[in-house]
């Protein structure tokens, strides 16, 4: 099992930048395709952007194409997101996950098992 948190949530205009970072924490040290989810109030879970196992791979969802990147460092066993021209409707709760099974980076949510409890940002127009 794979314990994630999340950071670097908070309140930003339109057009600003944050990045989040997912720090993990894996007892079998085992590289795992990474993920960032996102859920907005009333809205189901949506996927974001995923990297493989290897960083080589990337993944992401087509409204944050060309404004967010997902990148990943190993030695610090931590996963970014940064997203740059924010808009309103990027606004929600993000979440970090690990995939269970498998080496590639993937937009369907029932291949991650692991978790974070997720930080909000918050777009203001």
């Known amino acids: 099992q794979v314990q994630l948190v999340e950071s670097g949530g908070g309140l930003v205009q339109a057009g600003g930048s944050l990045r989040l970072s997912c720090a993990a924490s894996?007892?079998?040290?085992?590289?795992?395709?990474m993920a960032w989810f996102r859920q907005a109030p009333g809205k189901e879970r949506e996927f974001v952007a995923a990297?493989?196992?290897?960083?080589?791979?990337?993944y992401y969802a087509t409204s944050v194409k060309g404004r967010f990147t997902i990148s990943r460092d190993d030695a610090k066993n931590t996963v970014y997101l940064q997203m740059n021209s924010l808009k309103a409707e990027d606004t929600a709760v993000y979440y970090c996950?690990?995939?269970?099974?498998?080496?590639?980076?993937?937009?369907?949510?029932?291949?991650?098992?692991?978790w974070g409890q997720g930080t909000q940002v918050t777009v203001s127009s």
């Open positions: 990297v493989s196992w290897s960083g080589g791979s990337t």
């Open positions: 996950a690990a995939r269970g099974d498998g080496y590639g980076s993937s937009p369907n949510i029932a291949d991650y098992a692991d």
């Open positions: 894996d007892r079998t040290n085992r590289r795992k395709p």
